[in-house]
């Protein structure tokens, strides 16, 4: 019987996890996903995702697929995958997919959300799940220096060193910055990202934020291509994977949350 493919959304918790990615010592949300299916299907599964995200980040609905020679109600993927998984991840919906699909190759944009606590305060209910600035920000001007990455950029200058991706060239078709005091949410669409690209975006804007530099500064650092110029590395205590989109000919189920929904 030839193998059938599933999708699955997860949420999980990035600090419970050493990444997305598996690893030789297992400490992958890959690996805690791939023991729980292959636990229900009976056998080794590999499971392929939209997004890597890195140690410390968050996933609101991350979509994976695998593919299993069992045969199992959609529950089944849901309810007994969630019973063998750590507390801090669970399967939010799984349905059965065409095998055309893939969760990294299908998808034809991603959104990611950074949540920064901005506060004289260091945070305590949110440690861990939030960054955090301390001085006020200017969020007008954040958003003024954001407005320059709209488009078509060689993101070189927010690209980690270690990024993998064959071109710096990505689209990024939204930017927006919500103040929800004592809150700022930062929220990003693109058809793809460099590795540490957010983080490194949300460095560059608290910074224009805290008055050390312009609004333009962005414009300046995506001429300069050069990754020494920009602002250090945000945390990844506040970035969260909100999901991806694919083509409805898929008939997936809603693959892209709000943080809000898996926020208390």
């Known amino acids: 019987m030839p193998d059938m493919r599933y999708a699955l959304a997860v949420e999980y918790a990035g600090h419970a996890f050493c990444g997305f990615q598996s690893q030789p010592s297992r400490c992958g949300v890959q690996d805690a996903l791939e023991r729980a299916i292959g636990a229900i299907a009976g056998h080794p599964v590999t499971v392929s995702a939209a997004g890597r995200t890195d140690a410390g980040v968050h996933a609101v609905s991350q979509i994976v697929h695998f593919d299993t020679e069992a045969l199992r109600p959609d529950g089944a993927w849901v309810r007994g995958v969630n019973a063998h998984l750590p507390a801090a991840a669970a399967v939010l919906w799984a349905c059965a997919v065409d095998p055309a699909f893939h969760a990294r190759f299908a998808a034809t944009a991603r959104h990611y959300t950074y949540l920064l606590l901005n506060r004289a305060e260091r945070p305590g209910l949110c440690a861990g799940r939030a960054g955090w600035y301390h001085r006020p920000l200017d969020v007008e001007a954040m958003r003024a220096g954001a407005a320059h990455l709209a488009g078509t950029h060689d993101f070189s200058a927010f690209r980690a060193a270690e990024c993998q991706a ?52 962005i414009a300046t650092l995506l001429a300069a291509r050069d990754r020494t110029l920009a602002a250090p590395t945000f945390a990844a205590d506040g970035l969260y994977l909100a999901g991806a989109d694919y083509d409805a000919r898929f008939g997936l189920p809603p693959t892209v949350r709000g943080v809000a929904a898996a926020l208390p």
């Open 166 to 217: 064959k071109s710096p060239v990505k689209t990024l078709s939204c930017g927006e910055i919500a103040a929800q005091p004592p809150f700022i949410r930062f929220d990003f669409s693109a058809n793809a990202f460099l590795h540490h690209m957010v983080r490194n975006i949300v460095g560059a804007l608290v910074y224009i934020g805290a008055g050390r530099q312009p609004p333009d500064w």
